[in-house]
């Protein structure tokens, strides 16, 4: 019976894998064309694919645990980047130098981690005592309050000595990936490592002259490699642990809490529960994120609540309850939505030769009239990063309208950790209509 | 506070502050001894209920109880209380006073979920299935004590093992409970598009699954057509042979008379009277509250 379970939960993780391979295959064609309509050098489009390969991963990893919370247990939690702000902060300040400024307590990386992830629990314990009392809509204002809190305290001057107030920490520990490769993290052309120096050695980029940006590029792509490890850990970590008598009565919490009670469930418990986990997962989201490749500092700005609701529209997209539906959604919702945009402006602003584009919309309506459309597309062009935004809201409401169970959410994904639909009594073998 | 039917007969409630006499004494000796003797337990006893919303007293010192392998029907017009009366024992309402005994055990005030685990559970009189999830899944859920509900066991590679073999067990339970109810063509498919009375059977089995003593049934035949009726109360009547003890709220007074054996009846949030089905039938109160309704 439990080979029957195995065989299918991995013809299903197989097909997902499938899904997941295809959506990256498609960022990868739309960045390699992207890069090669800019005319990107080499390490360019490298680099560009790094970069979303990296976004995909640290979405996949916040949506991951925004579903935990809402696709599974109902928890409308609309404070995720608070989290990943607590997160964040919490290992830098463990793991920063003593002498820097402001001065973190020096200790190692792993620490930090798992520092930062019970931080980011504990502050989810301690609203959601109250919080997880009241009901739903309740729950959602409580958490954008508290995420909120979260960045005005970080942001404030009067603890600015130990959060840098709002310029942030500087010190951000250098990634593990780079102290593995060089002798002295700190400086890109030291002597490598042993590992570094056969890493190197291997990643030589043709045409790449220069030393500093080939290395610089492959510690980039080895620290990504990371965080996709660290994506596949977690994914795999709520794959069970929703597949199982507690993913049963998550959803069972989500779907009817009475009902659920009057079964025996101490629902307030699973909730508290849950709710601390993923506070837990969305602050190692947060020092993923934040707290590694690209970033020279961590600030609170970063943390506005708009984070909540991008990781929110790629949990809709992907479909909430699915964990490989949180993933697709977050690759799809990084690299379509937010990373491509602005690369296709600026291409087509290039291309159309739009040059001297009004700086307000009145400059660019104003030619209309005289029947002059080309200050209006370069206005437009010109403010392609605000415009997505437009874009995905559009995207929104056609989803809700049309397809509100996102794009696996349609999916019944049983949460057992047997096949249910094996009949003991009268097992029939093939029965199984899956 | 305690304030004791008489047994098994008409039981007009007077106030509150009735003194413990020799004769609601020995009255309960005699149940617990009874009880002793039957293999299920010992039987729910309601104390003195009462329950106020805002200025509306909504049970208004009810007492009953309820022996061990019955099945009691307890009625009443709309508004009766009965409903609420349901919500106090399960601990959806925290009662105003009075009390309420589970196998010699006060549950006055306990949560939902603690009086569930003691062995007393409900169905909901508009059924509370899990929509969105399949008919085995709803089922699967009510087992209590899941080793697969902690996260650690169930993630965990060698205690998952135990989570696993666990989940065959119930899994074999499950199936065969669902036949009993013919319930299993339907196990596969979302619970959201069961009709109402498959809905209601369901929620029956689902409880049943929680391994209860007791269940307490509300409104169970409401939206059921009389085909899935019978099949119901036929279902009723088999467990009750297996030793369940039935509470089983209704306002259909024909069906109560039929197949009840003690019933109770509640009017204006008190117990207006208890007995059998003869007993209610010639009272004379309940004739009048059900107001020249054909009781016979």
Known sequence: MSTDTDTESRSRLVTDAGYIAGAMLLLYIVFLILGTLQGYPLEGIISSLQRVTFLVAVYGLAVLALNLHWGYAGLFNIGVAGFMAVGVYTSIMLTAPV????????????IGIIGGMLASALVGLIAGLPALRLRSDYLAIMTVAVSEIIRFTYNSNTFSQYTGGASGFGSIPPSPIRELFLQDASSIISEPTALGAAVFGFMEFPGIGQLEIGRALTINIFSTLLIVVVLAAVYLFLVRAVNSPYGRVLKSIR???????????????????????????????????????GQSSVYPNAFRPEITFYIFIALIIGGAGSNTGSVLGGALFAGL?????????????????????????????GPIASGQLTPMLGFLLDNMSQLRFIFVGVLLI??????????LGHRSEIAAATDLSVRPSQSKGGETDE | MSDEPGPATTNIPDDVETPDELDPESHDSAVEEAAKRTPRGIPLRVDGLR??????????????QVEAGSLTGLIGPNGAGKSTTFNCITGVHTPTAGQVQFNGENITGLEPHEVANRGL??????????????VLENMMLAPKHQRGESVVRSVTPGLRRDVVSQEEELREEVWEMLEFFELDHIAEVEAGTLS????????????????????LLDEPLAGVNPTLEEKLLERIHELREDGYTFLFVEHDMDIIMEHCEHIIVMHQGKVLAEGGADDIRNNEAVVEAYLGEDVS
């Not at chain 2, 559970?121 to 399949?134: D, G, K, P, S, W």
């Open chain 1, 99 to 110: 002498g820097a400024s402001p001065p973190g307590l020096g200790l190692p990386l792993p």
């Open chain 1, 255 to 293: 779907e009817d809490e009475v009902a659920a009670q009057s079964l025996g469930k101490n629902t307030s418990r699973f909730k508290l529960k849950t709710f601390m986990l993923g506070c837990a997962l969305m602050g190692l989201a947060g020092i993923m994120w934040f707290g590694a490749i």
């Open chain 1, 337 to 365: 939505l937010f990373e491509a945009p602005p690369r296709v402006a600026t291409i087509l602003t290039d291309a159309l030769g739009v040059t001297n584009a009004p700086d307000t919309i009145i400059g660019a309506l």
């Open chain 1, 398 to 407: 056609y989803l809700i309208q049309r397809r509100p169970e996102g794009l």
């Open chain 2, 51 to 64: 329950k106020e919303f805002g200025g509306i007293t909504a049970v208004d010192g009810a007492s009953f």
């Open chain 2, 121 to 134: 559970v409900r169905t909901f009189q508009i059924a509370r299935e899990l929509e969105e999830m399949t």
């Open chain 2, 196 to 215: 109402g009375g498959q809905r209601k059977l369901l929620e029956m089995a689902r409880a049943l699954m929680t391994d209860p003593e007791m269940v």
